[in-house]
């Protein structure tokens, strides 16, 4: 009852629908931002590989390019599963005299 009273005296609004979306700032998309992340992640990674195939003359070429993809996508799953830690502040100003 006394809820009922105070509801009819001020104008409650219902903010369990607000939503917030976070979206890159140097990048039009998340999926960009990956795309740099793993070029960069890669870019001694493939220098080395290049080293390593002509060090190896043409000898174990599968097991190499086996052990440089499993390191390549074990690069891959780092960038992919680091967590990201995002904090936000919201101000909402609230006037309960307006209609």
């Known amino acids: ?3 009922q009273q105070v509801e009819s005296q001020i104008k409650v ?6 939503s917030v979306s976070i979206s890159p700032a140097d990048f039009s ?3 960009d931002v990956r795309t740099e992340l793993m070029s960069e992640a890669k870019k001694g990674f493939k220098a080395r590989v290049e080293a390593e195939m ?3 003359g043409g000898e174990n070429l599968s097991e190499l ?10 690069i891959e799953h780092d960038i992919d599963h680091t967590v990201h830690t995002f904090s936000a502040t919201v101000d909402v100003a609230y006037n309960f005299l307006s209609q």
Do not use: G
Not at 13 to 18: C, I, K, N
Not at 65 to 74: H, L, T, V, Y
């Open 54 to 56: 002509a060090a190896a």
């Open 65 to 74: 390019k086996a052990a440089f993809s499993q390191e390549e996508r074990a």
């Open 29 to 31: 998309s998340w999926h």
């Open 1 to 3: 009852m006394v809820k």
């Open 13 to 18: 609004r219902d903010l369990s629908h607000t």
